[in-house]
């Protein structure tokens, strides 16, 4: 449904939002700085007219967020975001009225979202009341009428004067859309529309949205954390990382040929209906880290399983991606050598670096010798001066210096996604925040990477 | 070997004035090892069928009658090789039949509890909110085991912990942790290892995977697939997600309006359905990877169960009643008979079975499924 030449209707530049910048109590009282949540991070996002743009990712990565930006329930901390050409946050009053009635969002849950004391009629006449549109009652009942007609709800004398509760959670959502669309919008951010609603349900309020869209000459933004539902709505999709987008593109594209290691993860977890289907398990390790203090250089380093090997390493990228573990494991003291050494039968320091290089991977990824939790380090291609290194430091572990462990490792091992929080780039028809891409070609340049 | 039997189960619900038909005559089967999937939209009855089993309705909620025949019984009815003794067996006031299997259903409040935990233990719906806060992850599982294995010693039932929360890929020092220091993934993990603790014959799965982002459904379902290999155990899952049920299950069942309207094995459920349900419900599901068709969705909504009547529960939103569909609602038949354009009832639980009159005519109906116009038919005429 894309229109042919594509006229940005929506411009994010570099927005961030962050959210707990002031001080509380305790803050001041022991004199520290606040720590804010970067729930939105140095965004860029352009939206064509007519478009279905997607937002994806996981609970906490800023998507509704984003979505609340582009709507102004949220004001940016930095950056900007332009809607036809304005920028949203300077706004006169009559503009800022005009931008009210031509964006407009739908919201998550109809169950909550719709007044319980109002009827259908007036919870779908008020944006006509606050945006003075229409001429006199019998006019505005004539487009509640319309409006609800074109959403599914006919014939609409029958709705009109029912309270939500008497009405099913589709009816419900049908709503909270004629409400959106009675003042005739050019741009509605819809988070999560139909996760509410039951399977058979909702297909037919997809549809409806679809239908509308062209009806109404609308362009959608689709949040949702479902990727079948992103991959049948939207023409285009963002993957959202801990406040990044960390890859957009064409929607098939994003979906069958992934760039960023993130999303070929993400929809490599989605389980196929398919009871057939051969299914390929996520290649990642670890959870979602804190996003008060989130990892430096690219945020997805530490559960990446195509982290780059530093110039000079000899040996493979598997190797490197767990020593890299290894290190990270011991800077954030979480390789415990009483532990690791409990019930091993090997001598201590192997038996250090046969839990602190095993990685927790599902089997078809984990290397054979790869087993609860503990490797046989000789499988691995471990150049001598690395395994020199970590024997060094499980030597320190095990004298109980933990400091002097650290140091050991602290300036090994230094792979790019670190150091650097990669640019955006593009890669095939996408665009992508990875290393992996060079910053003009669109193949993968490390060495090492298999697909 | 079969593990659980429920015969023509049948649940209410007592709301003052009139009665909620949460489950009517519900038939299945579930064997050792197996994983046995409860599908279905919101309010068809599935968590009600799951919790019925040990007993976990709400206060309103009641078995109107039925069977929940399980094969394993209260620790004082057993020899020392853990069957039921030969006189409990034989005593009509025992509900233990000849095989050895105890109704549950029968047993009162008392005794279910020996039961729960021991032999069947559940997995909660909101798992990330089933751990105790005030107390310590470890020493929530130590009182289960001390309460199902009283002479345990003590540290011991503490390794036990330990060793649990390892294998399902937690520090075992985390035990000393307290639940909100867990995150959501590990939580569910923490509540599945607690639910190991006594080692059941069968876990029941309540949405185990709802509430968590799909990396880590993707972990968690690895982890259930493993338990299951490792022990041998069986598990109900309860659950809206028909993706989830297609990689898990063994065999399905696909509910309605309290009642079954579909099961088999998994992969002639969804392979070979026969049910106009299910058919409808495969057209609004998308996938992912697969090739994009347009969504179609079944028109209506389910219905309330409130005192329904006694024509089949699909029948107003379905495309393909015909009159017979007034008289009663259809009863469980034999799909693989239906496609020889046989009607006849299914005995055995396990099969493929579809409970709809037109069973017989499966190539119509499958044809007629597969288009849009088939559906939107049913909304214009009402």
């Given at each position: 449904m894309a229109s042919d030449d594509p006229e940005p209707i929506v411009e994010?530049?570099?927005?961030?939002?962050?959210?707990?910048?002031t001080q509380g109590v305790t803050d001041r009282l022991l004199g520290r700085d606040p720590t804010p949540v970067r729930a939105v991070d140095g965004v860029d996002l352009t939206i064509n007219e007519g478009d279905i743009m997607g937002i994806a990712g996981e609970s906490g990565c800023g998507k509704t967020t984003l979505g609340k930006l582009l709507v102004?329930?949220?004001?940016?901390?930095?950056?900007?975001?332009?809607?036809?050409?304005?920028?949203?946050?300077?706004?006169?009053?009559?503009?800022?009225?005009e931008f009210r009635q031509r964006v407009q969002m739908i919201f998550q849950d109809p169950f909550e979202s719709l007044n319980p004391r109002m009827t259908v009629f007036q919870s779908v006449m008020e944006p006509l009341k606050i945006n003075d549109i229409g001429a006199g009652y019998q006019d505005r009942r004539d487009r509640v009428k319309q409006?609800?007609?074109?959403?599914?709800?006919?014939?609409?004398?029958?709705?009109?004067?029912?309270?939500p509760k008497e009405l099913s959670g589709g009816e419900r959502q049908r709503v909270a859309i004629a409400r959106a669309l009675i003042v005739n919008p050019d741009f509605i951010v819809c988070d999560e529309p139909v996760s509410m609603l039951d399977v058979s349900i909702r297909a037919g309020v997809l549809n409806l949205m679809k239908e509308l869209q062209d009806e109404y000459g609308l362009t959608y933004v689709f949040i949702s954390h479902d990727l079948s539902l992103i991959r049948y709505m939207c023409d285009r999709t963002a993957i959202m990382y801990l406040g990044n987008v960390i890859e957009q593109g064409p929607t098939s594209e994003v979906v069958m040929n992934p760039k960023h290691p993130y999303t070929e993860a993400l929809f490599d977890a989605v389980p196929e209906i398919d009871p057939e289907a051969e299914r390929h398990r996520a290649n990642v390790t670890g959870e979602v880290p804190d996003p008060r203090n989130p990892p430096a250089g690219c945020r997805f380093h530490p559960r990446c399983s195509n982290i780059i090997p530093p110039e000079g390493w000899a040996g493979s990228q598997e190797a490197f991606?767990?020593?890299f573990q290894f290190k990270s494991r011991v800077l954030q003291d979480d390789l415990d050598p009483e532990e690791a050494?409990?019930?091993a039968a090997s001598e201590s320091t192997d038996a250090i670096l046969e839990r602190g290089l095993a990685l927790e991977l599902p089997e078809e990824h984990s290397l054979d010798a790869e087993a609860s939790r503990s490797i046989d380090p000789s499988v691995l291609d471990l150049p001598a001066d690395a395994e020199r290194t970590l024997r060094e430091a499980a030597e320190r572990l095990l004298e109980g210096d933990f400091e002097a462990a650290k140091a050991e490792v602290e300036d090994e091992f230094e792979s790019i996604c670190e150091r650097e929080n990669p640019a955006v780039r593009e890669a095939g028809t996408q665009v992508t925040a990875c290393h992996l891409y060079e910053e003009e070609a669109g193949e993968p340049v490390a060495p090492g990477v298999s697909d | 070997m079969t593990l659980l039997e429920v015969n023509d189960l049948s649940i209410r619900y007592d709301t003052g004035d009139a009665e909620v038909h949460a489950i009517d005559g519900v038939t299945f089967s579930i064997d050792r090892g197996e994983t046995y999937g409860l599908v279905g939209e919101s309010g068809c009855g599935k968590t009600t069928l799951a919790k019925s089993i040990i007993h976990l309705l709400d206060h309103n909620g009641f078995i109107e009658s039925g069977e929940v025949w399980f094969d394993g019984t209260l620790p004082h009815w057993e020899d020392e090789n853990g069957d039921p003794r030969r006189e409990i067996v034989e005593d009509d006031r025992y509900p233990v039949r000849d095989d050895g299997m105890t109704d549950l259903a029968q047993l009162d409040t008392e005794q279910i509890r020996d039961i729960r935990w021991r032999n069947i233990a559940l997995i909660p719906q909101s798992a990330m909110n089933a751990l105790n806060p005030v107390y310590k992850v470890g020493d929530q599982i130590v009182e289960a085991v001390l309460r199902h294995e009283p002479h345990t010693p003590e540290d011991e039932a503490h390794q036990r912990a330990r060793d649990l929360l390892e294998r399902?890929?937690?520090?075992?020092?985390r035990a000393d942790d307290y639940a909100h220091e867990y995150s959501g993934g590990m939580k569910q993990r923490a509540v599945i290892a607690m639910a190991m603790a006594c080692n059941p014959d069968m876990l029941i799965a309540d949405e185990p995977t709802t509430a968590l982002d799909v990396i880590i459904q993707?972990?968690?379902?690895?982890?259930?697939?493993?338990l299951q290999k490792e022990f041998n155990v069986s598990i109900l899952v309860v659950s809206h997600d028909i993706s989830v049920m297609a990689e898990i299950c063994d065999q399905l069942a696909v509910m309605y309006g309290g009642k079954i309207m579909e099961s088999g094995p998994k992969t002639e459920v969804f392979q070979q359905s026969a049910n106009p349900y299910t058919l409808g419900l495969k057209n609004s599901f998308p996938t992912v990877k697969d090739e994009q068709t347009d969504l179609v969705s079944i028109p209506g909504s389910p219905p309330t169960l409130l005192d329904p009547d006694d024509e089949c529960r699909f029948l107003d939103r379905c495309p393909f009643a015909v009159e017979e569909c007034r008289s009663s609602h259809p009863p469980m038949y034999d799909v693989s008979a239906g496609e020889e354009s046989r009607r006849v009832t299914a005995e055995n639980p396990q099969i493929h079975r579809s409970a709809c009159y037109r069973v017989d005519e499966l190539e119509t109906m499958r044809t007629e499924a597969s288009k849009e116009e088939t559906w939107q038919a049913t909304t214009q005429n009402r």
């Open positions: 994010v530049q570099n927005v961030s939002k962050l959210f707990g910048t102004k329930l949220h004001e940016a901390t930095h950056g900007t975001i332009e809607f036809d050409g304005k920028d949203i946050s300077d706004l006169s009053k009559t503009e800022r009225n409006v609800l007609n074109d959403v599914g709800l006919a014939p609409a004398e029958a709705y009109l004067d029912e309270f991606r767990r020593v050494t409990e019930n | 399902v890929g937690i520090e075992p020092d993707d972990r968690i379902l690895d982890e259930l697939d493993e």
